[in-house]
Each structure stands twice: as structure tokens, then as C-alpha cells.
T-cell receptor, first 110, second 114 residues
Framework: GNSVTQMEGPVTLSEEAFLTINCTYT??????LFWYVQYPGEGLQLLLK?????DKGSNKGFEATYRKETTSFHLEKGSVQVSDSAVYFC?????????FGKGTMLLVSP | NAGVTQTPKFQVLKTGQSMTLQCAQD?????MSWYRQDPGMGLRLIHY???????DQGEVPNGYNVSRSTTEDFPLRLLSAAPSQTSVYFC?????????????FGPGTRLTVL
């Protein structure tokens, strides 16, 4: 079956530091890949997506590249802000539903 | 366009009580799903529907029932609440085609079972 593995958190960074959150997946076929973000007390919002190999999704300074050869979709940002503090979920979809990773909490201090 | 709406926002139940979590969407999406979110577990799929009159089980369906009589609504019923069902519940929807399987989430219902 499908599965998503994310690095465990929390990830603690200072403002303007470089961020990487690792995500690898197992799936049959050719899934679409997503990063969702959940701010404290809120629901999930789509951050970015990629639908085929070598696609790069980007939004709000975040990027992730769909790497089929390494089955990975790592999230990166060059300079994090305090407002980026949230839980980040990697997810894949090849049918009608999503399979999520367990989430990675990011804490950014001033 | 309200998107995906969920009610109530918060609920406290006693063990053994029943209740229905409401979910509605106004985007004419065929696919709807219910997830629960627990600390350290991510989101796990409870039930889903690919259209009115069609439902199927997800990863953790026990203790929950669903029905889909209309495209817009997808209620989740707890038959006899248990403390293990204390969680945050999210409803999501997406169109059958297009959007590359992107799902749109409601704001969640935080349920506590005592």
C-alpha cells in the first residue's frame, strides 16, 4: 500500500535560517505529491504540489521537487520567518484519497 | 463560495453517547472524505465517498458510519462514543477530475469523549 515517511520534529530554527524537511514515499503507480501546512488552531492548507517526476512545486518561498528515482519530495525554504511556525504534512494521492505523513512541527524563533 | 464547512467546531461527549459531525461543500465536488488527526499519527482516513450514494471504508472506520445522500453533504456518525475517539476531525472534498487530486479541507471539529 501507499505510505509517506517524514522526518520527526520538532525542527527548531532561527529566523532567516535554511529549512529542509525530508519526505519519502512508497506508492504503486504515479502519485501526485503535496505539502500541506497547518497553523496553530487551524485546518490544513495546501502549500504546494507536484504531479509528475521532476516537477517542482513552489509557493510562499517554499519549494519541493518530485524525485521519482529517490521517491522523495523534500520541502525547502531559503530563509524562514517566525510566521512559518506550523506543522507541515507531506502527502500523496493516486486515487480518490490522500495518504499523509505524520507531520513535522517547525518552530522558528526571532 | 464557502468551500468546505464543518459543524460543530467543538464538542464534548460522554462515553456511549451518539452524535453526528456535519460536513458540507458548495463546490459541487464528487469526492468527499473524513480524516482524524491525532498527535504523532498524522491524518488517518476514516471513510470516503466518490459520489452520492457511494461510500467506502478508509484506514480506521470502526465506530463510525457515513452516508452520502447528496453531493453537498457527508455527515459522520459516531454510534457509541468512546474515549479513543477523542480527536480532531477533518472533512475534505475534491472534484473527480482535474486539480491533480488536490483536496480542500474544512476547519475541523475538535471532539472530546469523557
Amino acid at each position: 500500500g501507499n505510505s509517506v515517511t517524514q522526518m520527526e520534529g520538532p525542527v527548531t530554527l532561527s529566523e532567516e535560517a535554511f529549512l529542509t524537511i525530508n519526505c519519502t514515499y512508497t506508492a504503486t503507480g504515479y502519485p501526485s505529491l503535496f505539502w500541506y501546512v497547518q497553523y496553530p488552531g487551524e485546518g490544513l492548507q495546501l502549500l504546494l504540489k507536484a504531479t509528475k517526476a521532476d516537477d517542482k512545486g513552489s509557493n510562499k518561498g517554499f519549494e519541493a521537487t518530485y524525485r521519482k528515482e529517490t521517491t522523495s519530495f523534500h520541502l525547502e525554504k531559503g530563509s524562514v520567518q517566525v510566521s512559518d511556525s506550523a506543522v507541515y504534512f507531506c502527502a500523496l494521492s493516486d486515487t480518490s484519497t490522500l495518504t499523509f505523513g505524520k507531520g513535522t512541527m517547525l518552530l522558528v524563533s526571532p | 463560495n464557502a468551500g468546505v464547512t464543518q459543524t460543530p467546531k467543538f464538542q464534548v461527549l460522554k462515553t456511549g453517547q451518539s452524535m453526528t459531525l456535519q460536513c458540507a461543500q458548495d463546490m459541487n465536488h464528487e469526492y468527499m472524505s473524513w480524516y482524524r488527526q491525532d498527535p504523532g499519527m498524522g491524518l488517518r482516513l476514516i471513510h470516503y465517498s466518490v459520489g452520492a450514494g457511494i461510500t467506502d471504508q478508509g484506514e480506521v472506520p470502526n465506530g463510525y458510519n457515513v452516508s452520502r445522500s447528496t453531493t453537498e453533504d457527508f455527515p459522520l456518525r459516531l454510534l457509541s462514543a468512546a474515549p479513543s475517539q477523542t480527536s480532531v476531525y477533518f472533512c475534505a472534498s475534491r472534484p473527480r477530475t482535474g486539480s491533480y487530486n488536490e483536496q480542500f479541507f474544512g476547519p475541523g471539529t475538535r471532539l472530546t469523549v469523557l
